[in-house]
């Protein structure tokens, strides 16, 4: 059984430790490349923290603000996250940014197209809300057949947009108007 809660600011500790562990599995043996890093990148740096805790401070007013939601295991251990967050521009504020994961060892236990049912919900319902966005690699075909069952609609492909390791990567654009 899992649950999704809302972030505190009491959790985050926790939550660091489990982005700490997720972003260190990034482009692992038998795992997709999901966030555009090197094996040697893909760690959490204070930046990254900062970025997360910088946003949960600006309790969605203006550019910059961010919420998180875990999914919780029956032991209350964090097994995924979802998050949105402002565009960084103005005149944007009708259109938040997707970013999600789900711990390697709950993955095809439909915790990802929870997070996205709660998370299109939770946008549906706030009138503020009319787009959610998503950047995604194009190799991370399983993250976009989640996408697509969940009605997002391709917008974009980017060819080239990274080189990692000396190896291209596309990076797909998704969009979903929860106003219908």
Not at 34 to 55: C, M, R, T, V, Y
Request: hydrophobic content about 35%.
């Amino acid at each position: 059984m899992i649950s999704i809660k809302e972030l505190n600011k009491d959790k985050l500790d926790d939550f660091f430790q489990y982005l700490k562990i997720h972003l260190s599995e990034n482009g692992q043996k038998g795992i997709t490349l999901f966030q555009p890093l090197s094996k040697n990148q893909s760690e959490l740096s204070d930046e990254w923290k900062a970025k997360f805790e910088d946003g949960m401070n600006n309790k969605n007013e203006g550019i910059g603000w961010r919420k998180i939601w875990v999914a919780l295991n029956e032991e209350n251990k964090i097994v995924g996250h979802i998050d949105i967050r402002s565009q960084n521009q103005l005149n944007a504020e009708h259109r938040v940014l997707l970013g999600m994961g789900v711990d390697s060892n709950f993955r095809n236990l439909k915790i990802g197209q929870n997070l996205l049912e709660f998370i299109i919900d939770y946008c549906r319902n706030n009138r503020k809300i009319s787009w959610i966005d998503l950047q995604v690699l194009t190799n991370n075909i399983p993250a976009i057949r989640l996408y697509k069952k969940m009605n997002f609609e391709q917008l974009s492909i980017t060819k080239d947009m990274f080189r990692i390791d000396n190896i291209s990567y596309d990076y797909t654009s998704m969009t979903l108007n929860v106003e219908n």
